[in-house]
């Protein structure tokens, strides 16, 4: 039997009562579905599951995504499957090693970006008795409702520039990679593609600028309302325990990772990304 224990906070909740190392039967997958529009952020406990397994049950909620770095941190025969890790073998990293450490949605800087993710707890760091590297949640739905009526008046028809090529990053994109994804313009508030709740489509380092609007004028719009969607009462902090599987909808919910731990704590997760739609 299935039961969704929600987690109290902004968004998240525990999904009790399915093996993923079984095959997801239809009634099972419509409770999900349901808990997953409502919640944003679903884990999976204490789960045993190989990358086919992995795959398969990512599947079902859509199209795969391959990432842009899966030839540097992929699986051999299963490109779907994105390694995050700081495990090194013979002097060489394993996985994306410093992923996420900002407030983002995925791919946000896409045409069409991630509709959801999945993340597979294979290892996770721990330190005296204490597990690290967390991931927060900010409900940006919740976020949007809490506008007052002005503002959200004022940022409905706005749309936001996405610039893969000029986000804030310590590295630059390498222009291979920045010529697959030009720049895009998404609205700020954006329409979830199932319930059509509206939830706030901006973040600091991701949106670059606000189509029409002088960059200064735009970058304290950006900064008022990326501000705004990461307060205490809007965010869910996941602290990972081995065999969690986590999903995410990128339509309800911006994450970072926190980075909190070093070698030799070891952390390998094992993540797909399923394709969404262009917002609207």
């Not at 397994?53 to 990512?58: C, E, G, I």
């Not at 995050?84 to 450490?101: F, K, L, M, Q």
């Not at 294979?122 to 976020?143: K, R, W, Y």
């Not at 503002?151 to 090529?165: A, C, E, N, W």
Request: proline share 6%; with cysteine; charged share 25%.
């Amino acid at each position: 039997m299935v039961e969704i224990r929600p987690s109290g906070f902004a968004a998240g909740a525990e999904v009790v009562g399915v093996d993923l190392a079984q095959t997801v039967d239809d009634d099972t997958f419509a409770q999900i579905s349901e808990a997953f529009d409502t919640y944003g952020v679903l884990c999976f406990r204490n789960q045993d599951i190989t990358v086919d397994q992995h795959v398969a049950f990512s599947s079902l909620i859509g199209e795969l995504e391959i990432n842009y770095n899966a030839h540097l941190y992929g699986i051999d025969g299963s490109p779907e499957i994105y390694i995050i890790s700081n495990i090194t073998e013979d002097g060489r990293p394993i996985g994306s090693r410093r992923a996420g450490d900002n407030w983002h949605s995925d791919m946000i800087y896409a045409e069409k970006p991630a509709r959801a993710t999945m993340l597979y707890a294979v290892e996770v760091p721990i330190l005296d008795g204490m597990t690290l590297g967390g991931t927060q949640f900010a409900n940006s739905a919740a976020a949007y409702d809490a506008l007052p009526d002005t503002m959200k008046q004022k940022i409905t028809p706005l749309k936001g520039v996405f610039d893969f090529s000029q986000r804030k990053r310590s590295v630059p994109p390498k222009p291979e990679v920045a010529a697959r994804y030009p720049p895009v313009a998404h609205p700020l508030v954006r329409s979830h593609p199932n319930t059509g709740r509206k939830s706030l489509n901006v973040m600091r380092d991701d949106c670059t600028g606000i189509a029409d609007m002088a960059q200064e004028e735009a970058d304290r719009l950006i900064e008022a309302l990326a501000d705004h969607i990461v307060r205490p009462e809007f965010v869910y902090q996941h602290n990972w325990q081995k065999g969690d599987f986590v999903m995410w909808d990128n339509c309800t919910v911006q994450h970072r990772a926190i980075l909190d731990y070093d070698l030799p704590q070891r952390r390998l997760m094992w993540r797909t990304t399923v394709k969404g739609e262009r917002p609207v």
